[in-house]
């Protein structure tokens, strides 16, 4: 198994909110995208590379339908995408525009692309739905990305619902939205995540029998040695 199968096997068992969690132990607040909601709830959890696309304010000579066919634009961009990443748009959190349609959205799932994650809108929802691409986004909005944002870039640093997302980092979503790993913290995360998700069961059945949380969540001494005791049974 590749290094980043292994690597998404085993945060595709760690919520996002334990994520978080961690994260915040190690000091990092800010990596919960902002307005990042499952346009299907109930997908399953996924995990990938970030690869970033940009976008700007709309421009008149800029933010035209004949952008469309220049090397740099959201199709050009779309081609470069590796299988198995996470697309994640910078939308400046614009809700006036879909940055992509059912047929964008067809060819990033023809790609083998895990998700997008925007916080901006998709248009032609039903459609989108239809292509099987798994997205996170703000919801939907009829005219075309031209009609409030300029394409700009792909593979460079950007900022998705408040959080700085840089292309060697990784995203994890689910229910409760998209979070951003750094790839500075990557290894940590997921060496600790599993043992977190492990405790975090405990306690969860430590409640359902009744405990009262006082000492129990977070753990004191006495049920940390609770807890090691079961592991080892």
């Known amino acids: ?60 000579d800029l933010a035209t339908p004949e952008s469309w066919s220049k090397p740099i634009s959201t199709r050009a961009a779309i081609e470069a995408m590796p299988a198995g990443c996470i697309a994640v748009a910078d939308a400046m959190g614009c809700t006036d525009a879909g940055i992509f349609g059912d047929i964008l959205c067809a060819r990033i799932h023809k790609r083998g692309v895990a998700a997008l994650v925007t916080d901006g809108v998709m248009r032609d929802v039903a459609g989108v739905r239809a292509t099987g691409l798994p997205v996170w986004c703000q919801g939907a909005a009829a005219p075309p990305s031209v009609a409030a944002l300029t394409f700009v870039n792909w593979g460079e640093p950007i900022g998705c619902g408040g959080v700085a997302v840089f292309p060697d980092d990784w995203v994890v979503v689910d ?14 995360i997921v060496a600790e995540a599993p043992e977190q998700e492990r405790l975090e069961a405990w306690i969860m059945s430590e409640v359902e029998q009744g405990a009262s949380l006082p000492g129990l969540y977070p753990p004191n001494a006495e049920n940390k040695a609770r807890y090691e005791k079961s592991k080892a049974r």
């Open 1 to 60: 198994m590749g290094r980043e199968r292994e690597i998404a096997e085993i945060l595709g068992k760690v919520t996002t909110a334990t994520l978080t969690t961690l994260l915040l132990k190690k000091g990092l607040r800010n990596v919960w995208m902002r307005g990042t909601r499952a346009l299907n709830p109930g997908q399953p959890r996924l995990v990938g590379k970030a690869f970033t696309l940009r976008f700007v304010p709309a421009r008149e």
């Open 175 to 188: 229910d409760d939205g998209a979070v951003l790993i750094p790839a500075a913290k990557l290894d940590e």
